[in-house]
């Protein structure tokens, strides 16, 4: 099998001397193409289903890996804990990236490579950077330089290891190949062996989602674990599921009453309780869920103003209900949020969020940038078309858009 690189970085968005970072777009865009570049297979611990929490698979991981690529950019107490247990552990094959200098004592004097987070160079210049480093004989952890020892490794955990991890890397190609293809009668074979990983069991969760198949979804639900269960993330998308099936009632509870009560509100858990008033609103007519909608909407941007999708549709619905004093407040602060998302990367709803605000603002020119970004987009799934195409009707309804 190929070599197994395992990355060590955080999760999600971070902020960072004022700067919103997304990690998980780092780890899609750069990190992931590079080490398959250099002929290797990606393999990321996920933060929302470990819950942050070392444990016994991830220090697997972290010593039995062929290659380990170390983010040293935030000063990340987890970060820092796996890679000392990887420089104990392995005298070479370790590379460690960082988007900013490092100012970390301890750090400062191991080499690293600094990386441009915007550049798309940067997946040859890190795929280079691996294939220079794996099985030569270069020292990259300074503990050698004092110590010169051999960890006794067990190779029956390692031979264990390197099985699973090719096991796993097959049944995930395997997912997304059924995907491709729409095979549904395919993907629901693989839930009693996907069920054995939370990571693939998330994977193919998302995969009936895109697919909408939303009682298909619901039923793999009552075959996760324990824990998996009440994630957030994964009760989010359930949540989602139930909306899209036209229980409402049920939805609402599970945001509310379980999802809220549990983990706060943010910008996501009220940007699906706000679709729930919409879809609502849109389906019996009852202006009591378009104001609660708004509200939900309102409070779901206020909590954090970078998220344009609870922004975009605050002021899509406000503009139906003919509210221009909201709509006009928020308008200008959603489109930065979008702009700048879209220095960053092409996002589907960054690009839909612009269309959108080019109807409103009649502004046929961005209309057609936009559309034309949209149709090359390669993260846009149908459900996703179908909410923007749900928008502008909302939109054509209070207009007479010239850019038609």
Not at 134 to 158: A, C, G, H, R, V
Request: charged share 35%; glycine share 2%; hydrophobic share 40%.
């Amino acid at each position: 099998m190929k070599p197994i690189c395992f990355v060590i970085m955080p999760f999600s968005k971070k902020k960072i001397e004022n700067e919103e970072v997304d990690f998980d777009a780092i780890y899609e865009k750069i990190f992931k193409p590079a080490i398959e570049k250099a002929g290797m297979i990606a393999i990321r611990e996920d933060e929302e289903l470990s819950g942050g929490i070392i444990h016994k698979t991830m220090i697997e991981k972290i010593i039995f890996s062929d290659f380990v690529l170390v983010d040293i950019s935030m000063e990340n107490s987890n970060v820092f804990y796996e890679l000392g247990i990887r420089h104990m552990a392995s005298k070479n094959n370790t590379l460690l990236v960082s988007f900013k200098d490092v100012s970390l004592f301890d750090i400062k004097p191991v080499r690293y490579h600094k990386y441009d987070k915007t550049d798309i160079n940067e997946i040859e210049n890190i795929a280079t950077k691996i294939k220079k480093l794996f099985n030569k004989e270069i020292n990259t952890s300074p503990i050698y330089d004092f110590f010169d020892f051999q960890i006794d490794i067990n190779n029956k955990k390692l031979e264990s290891f390197r099985q699973r991890s090719e096991e796993i890397s097959k049944l995930e190609n395997e997912l997304f190949i059924a995907k491709a293809k729409q095979d549904i009668e395919k993907l629901e074979k693989s839930e009693d062996k996907v069920i054995l990983d939370n990571g693939l069991s998330k994977t193919l969760y998302i995969i009936y989602r895109d697919l909408k198949k939303y009682e298909k979804m619901l039923n793999f639900y009552e075959k996760l674990n324990y824990a998996l269960k009440g994630n957030k993330f994964i009760l989010e998308q359930k949540a989602f599921a139930l909306n899209r099936l036209g229980k409402r009632e049920e939805a609402e509870i599970l945001l509310l009453k379980h999802i809220i009560k549990k983990f706060g509100e943010d910008s996501e858990t009220l940007g699906i309780l706000g679709r729930v008033y919409k879809d609502w609103w849109s389906e019996t007519e009852n202006k009591q869920y378009l104001k609660k909608a708004i509200q939900t909407y309102k409070k779901g941007f206020e909590v954090n103003l970078n998220d344009y999708y609870p922004g975009i549709n605050l002021i899509t619905l406000a503009f139906y209900d003919e509210n221009s004093k909201i709509w006009q407040k928020y308008l200008p602060i959603v489109e930065v949020a979008a702009e700048k998302a879209l220095t960053k990367q092409k996002d589907y709803w960054a690009l839909a969020t612009m269309f959108e605000l080019s109807f409103i603002k009649q502004d046929c020119e961005l209309a057609k940038k936009m559309l034309d970004e949209i149709i090359v987009c390669d993260s846009r799934e149908k459900w996703m078309l179908e909410t923007t195409l749900n928008n502008l009707k909302i939109l054509i309804e209070k207009i007479d858009n010239k850019c038609l």
